[in-house]
């Protein structure tokens, strides 16, 4: 079982829908991130949050809208998407900012996203 | 601009030998570097890294190797097996206010039985 849970595994929304993704962490990892992955594509880097605070924002559009109330949990609030915008959207934990340790990304099994 | 590639979509070898997949990087900030499996419908699972300050690391059957100075690095599966079919991606990390992990677009391995 991975240590990163992500729901709903599916989800299918029209473009004036609002929707959310959950991500959870159970490895005590300080920062959380969102990455796209569309097909043939490289995964794409959307945003980054570290003990909390949002350290990186790839240039995402503002129909995308991440939160962290904790480090444990991210989600990602969506609204009025495009159908480009359908993808497998996925989170990753790491444990960071400690003296000569890098940590290697743990991710969740994915959203895969559908917008008609 | 794509800062990690992997050159080659896919790749098949025969069960029980070695499997070679490379991976390229531009960017001379990057300092410690992952190997990564997807099987469908499933995330990433980690594979093996390698910092920077070494060129080999080995872990059972998977050993990564890296080239600093031609900025390529490779991981090699010995014996491969039907089980490691997947789709394999290379990343790689610098530090820039935060840790930063770019990856490249993945190859398909086949093993055939």
């Known amino acids: 079982e991975t240590g990163v849970t992500q729901t709903p595994r599916h989800l299918v929304m029209g473009m004036t829908n609002k929707k959310s993704l959950k991500c959870e962490q159970h490895?005590?990892?300080?920062?959380m991130y969102w990455y796209k992955q569309s097909a043939k594509k490289p995964l794409e880097l959307m945003f980054v949050?570290?003990?909390?605070?949002?350290?990186e924002n790839n240039s995402v559009p503002s129909r995308f809208s991440p939160e962290c109330p904790n480090s444990s949990h991210l989600f990602l609030h969506l609204h009025t998407l495009q159908p480009e915008d359908s993808a497998l959207y996925l989170c990753?934990?790491?444990?960071?900012?400690?003296?000569?340790?890098?940590?290697?990304?743990?991710f969740g099994n994915g959203t895969r996203l559908t917008v008609t | 601009d794509q800062q990690v590639k992997q050159n080659s979509p896919s790749l098949s070898v025969q069960e029980g030998r070695i499997s070679i997949l490379n991976c390229d990087y531009t960017?001379?900030?990057?300092?410690?570097f992952l190997w990564y499996k997807k099987y469908p419908a499933e995330g990433p699972t980690f594979l093996i890294s390698?910092?920077?300050?070494?060129d080999k690391n080995e872990d059972g059957r998977f050993t990564v190797f890296l080239n600093k100075s031609a900025k390529h690095l490779s991981l090699h599966i010995v014996p491969s097996q039907p089980g490691d079919s997947a789709v394999y991606f290379c990343?790689?990390?610098?530090?820039?206010?935060?840790?930063?992990?770019?990856f490249g677009t993945g190859t398909r391995l086949k093993v055939l039985a």
């Open positions: 990753a934990s790491s444990q960071d900012g400690e003296t000569g340790y890098r940590s290697p990304l743990h």
């Open positions: 490895l005590g990892h300080n920062a």
């Open positions: 949050y570290n003990f909390k605070e949002q350290t």
């Open positions: 960017n001379s900030m990057f300092d410690y």
């Open positions: 390698i910092s920077s300050i070494k």
């Open positions: 990343a790689a990390s610098y530090y820039s206010g935060t840790y930063k992990y770019i």
